[in-house]
């Protein structure tokens, strides 16, 4: 889709550094004001020309890269749009020419403005389908720019997108440092966004302005749009519209859309090369390698993009204040054993008898424990390389019709890395012959018993943590095919269908760390013989877990018993067992997005002397999602946690859809601008909707522009919702929350489940209302101020809530039995005889809502002619004034603005400096503090009483970049990010110490990047 844009469209330039501009009137408003004296003062060329299109209501089209740093001397009294730009353009080796469309484009050398002229591609702008609106029109957007992204000295868009206030807050947007190989977590090697904190299926995600396919693998249950499938030097520009935008891209823009606009027309050839690393004493480099080459043959335009990028894994361990988690595992590596009948408290092997190590031995209200600090093996960004490539081709007929084809590949590899699985309650048989004596002389006396033997016939349980971490990699591959037309009608309506064809596919897995749960459970039972026959020594039940002696062994048959010792540390096993025990659980997903599209714009008709605009379209599209886990991984009712501490997940789903779209730019007055919109979305599966939105811009003064904006929104779950099975996951009970999970003790420590989450076959589509209004202020030709208001309730969320099942749960709306007693698949909850939630089956459903609504703040300043060079300052911040959350009808509504994750303030200043060959910024990043959510043990470790309020303090960082141009072919740019070195906040309510949502803990990292243009 491509648009025309008037003040956004010179804002844009002078902001993107790349691109092109489009000022465009109708004819009749050009000959009115072409004869009209202009008078342009002397300063930057872009900025003059930006003033002539708004005098005159000409188009004019130029690039930066064209326009660049040329300065002119001005002009006063012209009495055409020709004139004011051959006096602007004197002098500067520029010139420009007419398009058959009428425009002014600008480019290099002395060519006669007479000469025939090619008709410019015009930039696409988010925010309308109709050519024309200005910047600051009805409705707020944001754009992360070229420039931006360079200062950034990011290697990923998604390190970028991080970075806006817009994007801040809750556990929406994410990357790989929330990435594990629990299918809970976020895919090893993705990253997803999410606009206002309300989740990444909120936010719409296009690329080119048309549909992006979602990630094969979702993150839980939520399907999203990979940011890392998208090779970043094929990335123009980001255009975010941060309200909702369902009347115009579609019905599940519920809080705006990000769209990622890809490079396109590049003349010659560049390569950029670029290293980066933290001044950590640890090694988290990072490698890029781009190249650029495109052309014109004759009417055909071509360009190639070819990225490479390669990041070292980094782990939790790697920082000082990360490294020992204030609340380690009480689960270890030299298991706590008690035989839940006589055995009054757990027994493990204690440092005296040369077992558990002093310093991670401990007593609690179970009995003895070894810790494990998990810390020491989880990674915070695992290890990443990827290559990837666009391909973009034009062929223009004729002066009005082009031929369009996109080609974007991404294919990765990555390696991620969790903590060890814990194992509970697994049954050891009591004649092991690793058992330790003074391990039996210990259960011995806490049962009072006179002899080990006595245990015989009945399984003593362990509960301890397997020795190797879960590790998992995991290989991506993305594509998508794009091929298109365009043409221009004589009397300017624009009309443009285009194909599309684009998927995902990925496979996992394990490394190590995966253990198979009735082989693990055999080997401490007796029932493996070393050829790998089974006998049934004991009767397992994987249900519950639990055993019943029967008596047969491997040498009853003239074999010999293939023992698992979990004594020692686990350290000594016989290499036979690795075969048996270990699985790689390979993962299979496949995504695919079928669609076509056409759409129209232009002039409609005059209403009271004035233009009003349109655009009209239609697309149809079909979506398939296939997630398929390992015969290994898949729970049954007899076997509900096939492999140890390990989730599965899958997925099966396709969806058609069509939609239909209108939308209406109405000028009421010259000072005073409607925009109707009005989108009808059907999908087969869950009926159809039509969602409006109406705006208006009011510009009561040449210098302030007031707007408002209001539309609808439905979204439909997405397949990875609708379509889910069974998902193994783990959740501690919080009993603060829920007390009648703990015996009704709000200050005990909840279990930690091992727990599922089951699929829904009726959910119900979620909806939204959202609108806002705001001021933007230019009170000087260089300044621009922009304050807007927003608000966006989405209601009947698709989703878990795991607190709100369990009060449901306990209410009976769900089963709630014994322990073992559950079947999986089935909702519900397993007690203990003590009261406690020992096991969770919690339910995908819709939910209550949420409510966010806040401010944006937006400054922009720029200082020319000034000894010193040329600067920008910049202001950009969002305050989030509620984010109100309803779990369920029955729930009480929590506001979380200012609670655990959901800072109310997030906010970047930026000062830009230019002189000649020089570049430089300063960027001052700042997150506001907000309540910890730390439990009662945590709490205790850290030496504050239980009913402690604790706050996570403010943060801020600071980023620099300067670069140079050595010759007019070759830049070298140096990136520091955090450039002090600040650590990030204490944050007691998460076990890695710090919060990786809303903070990054690598520290100080430098790069450096060599560009050479050919």
């Given at each position: 889709?491509?648009?025309?844009?008037?003040?956004?469209?010179?804002?844009?330039?002078?902001?993107?550094?790349?691109?092109?501009?489009?000022?465009?009137?109708?004819?009749?408003?050009?000959?009115?004001?072409?004869?009209?004296?202009?008078?342009?003062?002397?300063?930057?060329?872009?900025?003059?020309?930006?003033?002539?299109?708004?005098?005159?209501?000409?188009?004019?089209?130029?690039?930066?890269?064209?326009?660049?740093?040329?300065?002119?001397?001005?002009?006063?009294?012209?009495?055409?749009?020709?004139?004011?730009?051959?006096?602007?353009?004197?002098?500067?080796?520029?010139?420009?020419?007419?398009?058959?469309?009428?425009?002014?484009?600008?480019?290099?050398?002395?060519?006669?403005?007479?000469?025939?002229?090619?008709?410019?591609?015009?930039?696409?702008?988010?925010?309308?389908?109709?050519?024309?609106?200005?910047?600051?029109?009805?409705?707020?957007?944001?754009?992360?720019?070229?420039?931006?992204?360079?200062?950034?000295?990011?290697?990923?868009?998604?390190?970028?997108?991080?970075?806006?206030?817009?994007?801040?807050?809750?556990?929406?947007?994410?990357?790989?440092?929330?990435?594990?190989?629990?299918?809970?977590?976020?895919?090893?090697?993705?990253?997803?966004?999410?606009?206002?904190?309300?989740?990444?299926?909120?936010?719409?995600?296009?690329?080119?302005?048309?549909?992006?396919?979602?990630?094969?693998?979702?993150?839980?249950?939520?399907?999203?749009?990979?940011?890392?499938?998208?090779?970043?030097?094929?990335?123009?520009?980001?255009?975010?519209?941060?309200?909702?935008?369902?009347?115009?891209?579609?019905?599940?823009?519920?809080?705006?859309?990000?769209?990622?606009?890809?490079?396109?027309?590049?003349?010659?050839?560049?390569?950029?090369?670029?290293?980066?690393?933290?001044?950590?004493?640890?090694?988290?480099?990072?490698?890029?390698?781009?190249?650029?080459?495109?052309?014109?043959?004759?009417?055909?335009?071509?360009?190639?993009?070819?990225?490479?990028?390669?990041?070292?894994?980094?782990?939790?361990?790697?920082?000082?204040?990360?490294?020992?988690?204030?609340?380690?595992?009480?689960?270890?590596?030299?298991?706590?054993?008690?035989?839940?009948?006589?055995?009054?408290?757990?027994?493990?092997?204690?440092?005296?008898?040369?077992?558990?190590?002093?310093?991670?031995?401990?007593?609690?209200?179970?009995?003895?424990?070894?810790?494990?600090?998990?810390?020491?093996?989880?990674?915070?960004?695992?290890?990443?390389?990827?290559?990837?490539?666009?391909?973009?081709?034009?062929?223009?007929?004729?002066?009005?019709?082009?031929?369009?084809?996109?080609?974007?590949?991404q294919q990765s590899e990555s390696r991620g890395t969790g903590s060890p699985a814990n194992f509970s309650r697994t049954p050891i048989d009591p004649e092991n012959p690793f058992w330790p004596t003074a391990l039996q002389d210990d259960l011995v006396e806490d049962a009072g018993f006179t002899d080990f033997s006595d245990f015989y016939g009945f399984p003593i349980y362990a509960y301890g943590k397997l020795l190797e971490p879960r590790a998992v990699e995991v290989e991506s591959e993305s594509f998508r095919l794009v091929s298109g037309l365009n043409h221009r009608f004589d009397n300017g309506w624009s009309v443009e269908a285009a194909l599309t064809y684009g998927g995902n596919d990925r496979i996992q897995r394990g490394l190590s760390g995966l253990v198979r749960t009735a082989a693990f459970y055999d080997a401490n039972l007796g029932n493996l013989c070393t050829d790998g026959t089974r006998v049934e020594r004991w009767d397992v039940d994987l249900n519950r877990p639990d055993a019943d002696f029967v008596g047969d062994t491997c040498e009853d048959i003239g074999k010999t018993t293939l023992w698992y010792n979990p004594f020692g540390g686990q350290t000594n096993q016989d290499p036979r067992l690795a075969d048996i025990l270990n699985t790689t659980a390979e993962r299979r997903g496949r995504s695919r997005l079928y669609a076509a599209d056409i759409s129209a714009d232009g002039d409609l008709f005059t209403f009271n002397g004035r233009t009003v605009k349109a655009a009209f379209g239609a697309e149809i599209r079909r979506e398939e999602l296939r997630d398929t886990p390992s015969g290994d991984a898949v729970a049954t009712p007899d076997n509900p946690e096939p492999i140890l501490g390990f989730s599965s997940t899958s997925a099966l789903g396709q969806r058609d859809q069509w939609a239909a779209f209108a939308e209406f730019y109405v000028p009421l007055a010259d000072n005073l601008e409607l925009q109707l919109a009005g989108r009808y979305d059907d999908y087969d599966d869950f009926g159809g909707d039509f969602n409006p939105k109406v705006a208006l811009r009011w510009a009561p003064l040449d210098s302030l522009v007031l707007r408002a904006n209001w539309s609808t929104s439905f979204r439909a779950p997405s397949l990875a919702q609708s379509g889910a099975g069974v998902l193994l996951s783990s959740y501690r009970v919080d009993c603060e929350e829920t007390p009648g999970a703990c015996d009704g003790d709000a200050g005990a420590t909840g279990q930690a489940l091992l727990s599922e989450d089951v699929g829904n076959p009726n959910l119900e589509a979620e909806n939204a209302e959202s609108y806002g209004f705001g001021a933007v202020f230019t009170p000087t030709d260089t300044i621009d101020i922009g304050l807007d208001y927003w608000d966006i309730r989405h209601e009947n969320l698709v989703g878990l809530d795991r607190d709100d099942f369990i009060r449901r749960a306990l209410a009976g709306e769900f089963a709630v039995v014994g322990q073992g007693l559950l079947p999986t698949g089935t909702p519900g909850l397993e007690v203990s005889s003590t009261g406690f939630v020992t096991d969770a089956h919690f339910q995908i459903g819709n939910l209550g809502y949420q409510q966010a609504r806040g401010l944006d703040f937006r400054y922009t300043q720029r200082i020319y002619d000034t000894p010193w060079g040329d600067f920008t300052a910049l202001v950009d911040a969002s305050y989030l004034l509620e984010f109100e959350r309803q779990a369920s009808l029955t729930s009480v509504p929590i506001d979380e603005a200012g609670e655990y994750q959901y800072p109310r303030l997030a906010a970047t200043a930026k000062l830009r400096w230019k002189n000649g060959p020089w570049r430089a910024s300063v960027q001052a990043n700042y997150t506001n503090s907000y309540k910890d959510d730390p439990d009662p043990r945590t709490l205790a470790a850290v030496g504050l009483p239980a009913n402690a309020e604790v706050e996570v303090s403010a943060w801020t960082t600071f980023d620099f970049s300067l670069s140079r141009e050595l010759g007019e072919d070759t830049t070298v740019q140096l990136n520091v990010r955090n450039l002090f070195d600040e650590d990030a906040p204490r944050v007691l309510g998460s076990g890695a110490n710090v919060d990786h949502i809303n903070h990054d803990t690598l520290g100080r990292f430098a790069t450096v990047r060599i560009t050479r243009r050919f």
């Open positions: 889709m491509t648009t025309r844009s008037g003040l956004l469209g010179f804002r844009a330039a002078l902001m993107l550094g790349t691109a092109c501009i489009v000022l465009p009137i109708s004819q009749a408003a050009v000959a009115q004001t072409q004869s009209a004296p202009i008078t342009v003062p002397a300063g930057r060329l872009d900025d003059a020309l930006r003033r002539v299109a708004l005098a005159t209501g000409a188009d004019v089209l130029f690039t930066a890269e064209t326009v660049g740093d040329a300065r002119t001397g001005g002009v006063q009294g012209a009495t055409s749009p020709d004139q004011a730009l051959s006096a602007l353009l004197s002098g500067s080796g520029l010139s420009y020419i007419r398009t058959s469309s009428g425009a002014y484009a600008i480019r290099a050398g002395d060519q006669d403005a007479s000469s025939d002229a090619t008709e410019l591609e015009e930039v696409a702008v988010t925010g309308s389908r109709i050519r024309g609106l200005p910047n600051d029109g009805p409705v707020q957007a944001r754009t992360v720019t070229a420039e931006e992204i360079r200062e950034s000295g990011a290697t990923q868009i998604i390190d970028v997108l991080r970075d806006l206030p817009q994007t801040s807050g809750g556990s929406g947007t994410f990357s790989t440092s929330t990435a594990g190989p629990l299918s809970g977590s976020t895919p090893v090697g993705a990253a997803g966004v999410s606009l206002r904190g309300l989740g990444t299926g909120a936010t719409l995600t296009l690329i080119n302005s048309r549909r992006a396919y979602v990630a094969s693998f979702a993150r839980g249950q939520e399907s999203f749009i990979d940011a890392n499938s998208i090779p970043l030097a094929a990335i123009e520009r980001v255009d975010v519209l941060p309200n909702g935008a369902s009347a115009l891209y579609g019905a599940d823009a519920v809080a705006g859309v990000v769209n990622y606009i890809l490079r396109d027309d590049f003349e010659g050839a560049e390569i950029s090369v670029s290293y980066g690393d933290s001044t950590a004493s640890t090694d988290e480099g990072k490698t890029n390698v781009s190249a650029v080459i495109g052309g014109q043959v004759g009417d055909h335009s071509l360009m190639l993009v070819g990225d490479w990028f390669k990041r070292n894994a980094f782990y939790d361990r790697d920082r000082s204040y990360t490294a020992d988690s204030f609340r380690p595992s009480q689960q270890g590596f030299y298991p706590s054993f008690n035989d839940l009948f006589a055995n009054t408290f757990d027994q493990t092997e204690e440092p005296g008898d040369g077992g558990c190590p002093a310093g991670d031995f401990g007593s609690g209200n179970l009995g003895e424990y070894c810790e494990v600090d998990v810390n020491d093996f989880t990674a915070t960004d695992e290890e990443l390389e990827s290559r990837g490539l666009l391909f973009s081709h034009k062929w223009r007929i004729d002066d009005r019709t082009e031929w369009f084809n996109e080609v974007l590949y």
